[in-house]
Each structure stands twice: as C-alpha cells, then as structure tokens.
C-alpha cells in the first residue's frame, strides 16, 4: 500500500509528520540542495530508493543474480553496501541525504537500523520493518517516483558483479538514445532559469526557495496556463479548431 500525503500539505512544503516513525520530514528547497550539488543529490537519492525487483528485473540479471537480490530486504541491500569497507563516500552521501530530511536529528547509520535522535534527545529509529515506508514518503517529496533504481552502484563482490550488469545494460541504452552517460545533471538548474525567465513573479531567487514537489507543480502549470492562453489569443484572431486548455486540472 503506498503512504498517502496530502496534496496540500506536500504543496505548502512544510515539513511532513510521519507518525509510523515519530518524526517529521524536511522537504528539501532546491537552495538546500545545492549545497551539496544536484549531481551527488540524485545519486545519492537513487541509492538510498534502491529497488530489489525493479533492479532483479534488469536485462542480464542470472536466476541467481536474482535470487541473492529478491532474498534481501531494500534496507538489508543497503546496509551491505554502505558496510562495505571501500563504501567510506557512499556512506557519506546518503548521511548527507538524511541530514537534508531531518536538518533537526543528529544521524548515525548502524547495521540493523538507522537512528535520528533530535535536540530534544528524541530517537526515533528506522529499521528493516519501516525503511519501505520511508523510501516510499522520500520518493514522493522528491518527486523520483518510479526512478528508484536510476543508479544502483552497490560494493562487495556480489553485489558488484550485479551492477556491472545493471550497467552495461544502461550503457547500451543511452547509446541507442543518443545519451552522454557522463554528461552532468543539470536538470534543476536549467527548470529554475527557464521558469524565472518564463514568469513574470518568479525570479531566480524565490524559486530557488521552492521544494521539488513546488518547481515541478509550477512548471506543469505554467506550461498548461501558456497553452491555455495562446488558445484564447489564437480564438479571438480567428482561429478555428482550436483545442481548449483545462489549465486549472489536476496535474497529480
């Protein structure tokens, strides 16, 4: 069953209570993410999102590729990554991720469970039992709902062995679209410059001030608006057919 967050609530971009775990989540602004830069951002996301089916269906993955994957849980998958002795940066990224979504919890990473403790001396504790739900409220502030597994880049000889795999795979696929595979996220810098550019009240500064779930709800909705606006110039010249725009529909 997927966690259910209201839409105005994710829209307001305050933090989110998550009463399963007895703590609230931090929806990141893009100025906070920044600080830590959009490319190590998503990588870091995607490795925390990791999905055991999703990435046990990959092309090249063996009967028992899959079957060492589908017989770990998501949280048991990336605690043996991050435990790896060689994992000293992955560990790192995903502590800066969860310090991004609980800026009020001091965060240690143990290899049965993940411990917030808040400056109130508060400890809520994510374990194998809760980190789907977790996994499931961050893929929804951070708008990567069905990219979980974007860059799965495991350490450990098995686990390695599966993301070549995974890799090779993805290789082959950027190609035949024409893809840079090295080429740098720059996704949320250019949707900032292009809405600041676009409208009229939004400048460079306040969307930086935005969420995710706010830039991305912005941009569907400018660009609904300005198609619904170009129908209304186009019907008043004399333009025939011309297809109405719903510009206040639900867009989620």
Not at 47 to 55: I, N
Not at 145 to 163: H, L, M, Q
Request: aromatic fraction near 8%; hydrophobic fraction near 40%.
């Amino acid at each position: 069953m997927m966690y259910k967050i209201d839409g105005l609530t994710l829209l307001s971009g305050i933090d989110i209570p998550i009463p399963e775990l007895k703590v609230n989540i931090h929806q990141p602004t893009i100025r906070e993410i920044a600080y830590i830069g959009e490319g190590s951002f998503y990588q870091a996301s995607t490795l925390f999102l990791l999905d055991k089916e999703r990435v046990a269906l990959q092309e090249g993955m063996s009967d028992e590729d899959k079957a060492f994957l589908l017989s770990q849980s998501n949280f048991q998958v990336l605690m043996s990554i991050l435990n790896q002795e060689n994992a000293q940066q992955l560990k790192i990224s995903i502590l800066t991720l969860l310090t991004l979504l609980f800026p009020k919890h001091s965060i240690e990473l143990e290899d049965r469970f993940i411990l917030l403790s808040s400056q109130q001396g508060e400890i809520s504790i994510v374990d194998e039992n809760s980190f789907d739900l977790l996994q499931d409220i961050v893929r929804k502030i951070l708008c990567l709902e069905g990219n979980s597994d974007e860059e799965f880049n495991p350490v450990g000889d098995k686990a390695r062995e599966i993301a070549e795999k995974i890799k090779r795979g993805r290789a082959k696929v950027a190609a035949l679209k024409g893809e840079d595979s090295e080429q740098e996220i720059s996704i949320l810098s250019r949707y900032v410059s292009g809405l600041s550019i676009g409208t009229n009240s939004l400048d460079i500064n306040k969307i930086l001030d935005l969420t995710l779930y706010q830039l991305f709800d912005q941009l569907e909705r400018y660009g609904l608006y300005t198609a619904y606006d170009l129908g209304i110039k186009a019907k008043m010249a004399g333009a025939k057919d011309v297809e109405d725009v719903d510009w206040l529909k639900n867009i989620h």
